[in-house]
């Protein structure tokens, strides 16, 4: 089971910035991508950002140019940080992380329990 931990969400003004983190704990053979998702109220989830253990990145459309996310592999912690925020970019922000619990086990969908932004105009 992987265990996901997710901080830094809170209130800020439209072009204001926040960084948020999430660390991974449990037991894990690997753990292959880690990223961000996002839902706003009444709209599904969204891509926000991914980043495999590599450092291969993917952003969603609406945040690239403005939103970086990074991953501290000895860690197991992955982070975006966020500037020239939107109030659009408003949304509970979900920690996902794409993990094995075993060599031989497939890659399972692990997901934190969300941390809320909120931009105000």
């Known amino acids: 089971q992987v265990h996901l931990v997710e901080s830094g969400g809170g209130l800020v003004q439209a072009g204001g910035s926040l960084r948020l983190s999430c660390a991974a704990s449990g037991l894990f053979f690997a753990i292959n991508a880690m990223g961000w998702y996002r839902q706003a109220p009444g709209k599904e989830r969204e891509l926000v950002a991914t980043i495999t253990s590599g450092g291969n990145t993917n952003y969603g459309d609406s945040v690239k140019g403005r939103f970086t996310v990074s991953r501290d592999n000895a860690k197991n912690t992955v982070f975006l940080q966020m500037n020239s925020l939107k109030p659009e970019d408003t949304a509970v922000y979900y920690c996902?992380?794409?993990?094995?619990?075993?060599?031989?086990?497939?890659?399972?969908?692990?997901w934190g329990l969300g941390t809320q932004v909120t931009v105000s105009s």
């Open positions: 996902n992380a794409v993990a094995r619990r075993t060599i031989m086990s497939t890659p399972t969908n692990y």
